[in-house]
């Protein structure tokens, strides 16, 4: 089932190739949307697509970032918008 997901990054999240990763990862599960820096150091990702590809990324970013610390994630989940043809960093 498609869905779409809100998710806040926060801890040592920027400058650190985090969004690239994302974009990178996105891309490979056909997941579409954007991760954008905000000012107060969080990163934000809209993220659209498959549910399972989608927990595949948001497990991707828990575990397979190199050079990120990701201290917490806030999620919030809705029906799918299709608003999105591609994702990008913003």
Do not use: P
Request: glycine share 8%; aromatic share 12%; net charge negative.
């Amino acid at each position: 089932m498609k869905k779409t997901v809100h998710l806040n990054l926060t801890g040592h999240v920027q400058g650190v190739g985090l969004r690239y990763s994302v974009y990178n990862m996105a891309l490979r599960l056909n997941i579409t949307g954007y991760a954008k820096n905000l000012y107060d150091g969080s990163v934000e990702i809209v993220a659209e697509g498959n549910e399972e590809d989608i927990n595949m990324l948001i497990d991707y970013i828990k575990n397979g970032l190199r050079w990120a610390r990701v201290e917490s994630i806030a999620q919030k989940w809705d029906d799918y918008q299709g608003m999105y043809h591609t994702f990008e960093i913003m």
